[in-house]
């Protein structure tokens, strides 16, 4: 049976090498492998977005998988006018125009400005049709090795070894999946569509908004100094990826912090010293214990955060090449 019309896999227990693994992934990405629509590379972009919301199984959800992919796809087709299918409108572009048109916006507006409610509408229609194809596809084109799944229980179940490698080689893999994604988008699309298109689907899932997690950790959580230097926070709170957003590819509460202008500046795209990482676990604890201070869509899932999440993101964004700040020359 095709990979595409699987109900459920089972990854094989084979013992793979590194040598193995980046064969698979070249054999993933190599023009053997025919898309006729992009959601195999929004798909990858999903995985190695949520890499790190796995539960202790390394387990995700369809929700958390397709609420990532929903989102790329939003900003991609209606913010950018990408086709992302030869010939005719790929099933997800008519999904997604015709959610739009009825909710009646006169334009369009990012994916993290419509309503909860509008949300979850566009993630159950979007699951629901491209669940049916690219996660069987992808289990196939990895030679069945990357993940189990089972459409009825809507999970997917890491393989360990193709877990650690994908945390291991993110960057990369990212890289080789835009270079792959926009190379397919450029042969669907009139080239005035097509201009920074790596840049394009880089930030689509990127937010421009931070504000509500300002409020929460300023407002409700009473954090009135800069995380990094403890100077007094006034008129301008800056909100901060501890781990840079460059490399986890997402708003987590857990992940954010207040600093002042001065120290978010200089941190930029850097890890901050390790020294801090007790200090947002602490902080995290609290969030957690108090939760009910929070609306449900900020909280920290505890299924997914442990006491050693960040301690785990820091080491593998160093493995991935991202350089530490040296407070000690700006504060």
């Known amino acids: 049976m095709a990979g595409w019309a ?11 090498s590194d040598s193995d693994l980046s064969r698979i992934f070249a054999s993933i990405f190599s023009s053997s492998s025919k898309n006729t629509t992009s959601y195999k590379f929004g798909f990858i972009k999903s995985l190695l977005d949520n890499l790190y919301n796995v539960d202790s199984s390394l387990c995700l959800s369809f929700d958390t998988v397709f609420s990532t992919f929903a989102e790329s796809y939003w900003n991609l087709i209606l913010k950018y006018n990408l086709n992302q299918q030869s010939g005719k409108n790929a099933k997800i572009t008519t999904i997604l125009k015709g959610l739009f048109d009825s909710f009646g916006y006169d334009e369009v507006i990012p994916f993290e400005s419509l309503s909860n409610e509008q949300k979850l ?34 999970v997917i179940q890491f393989n360990p070894t193709v877990y650690k490698y994908m945390c291991t080689n993110k960057v990369m893999l990212e890289k080789v999946n835009y270079f792959e994604w926009s190379r397919f988008l450029e042969k669907v699309n009139s080239e005035e569509y097509t201009q920074l298109i790596s840049t394009k689907l880089d930030i689509s899932t990127q937010r421009s908004d931070l504000s509500m997690y300002r409020q929460i950790l300023y407002e409700e959580f009473e954090c009135h100094t800069c995380f990094y230097c403890g100077k007094s926070l006034k008129s301008k709170i800056h909100v901060d990826h501890f781990i840079p957003w460059s490399f986890v590819k997402e708003d987590r509460l857990y992940n954010f912090v207040l600093a002042c202008p001065h120290c978010n500046t200089q941190k930029n795209n850097k890890l901050a010293p390790k020294k801090f990482i007790h200090d947002i676990v602490e902080r995290n604890n609290v969030l957690i214990n108090e939760s009910l201070r929070i609306d449900d869509m900020y909280r920290i899932d505890t299924n997914s955060y442990t006491d050693s999440t960040i301690n785990n993101l820091y080491e593998y964004a160093l493995v991935n090449g991202f350089r530490r700040w040296d407070v000690s020359v700006f504060i």
């Open 6 to 16: 699987l109900t459920e896999g089972e990854y094989s227990k084979i013992s793979l």
């Open 121 to 154: 509408q566009i993630i159950k229609a979007v699951k629901v049709e491209c669940s049916k194809y690219v996660v069987g596809a992808l289990y196939d084109d990895s030679s069945r090795s990357m993940y189990s799944f089972s459409k009825k229980a809507k």
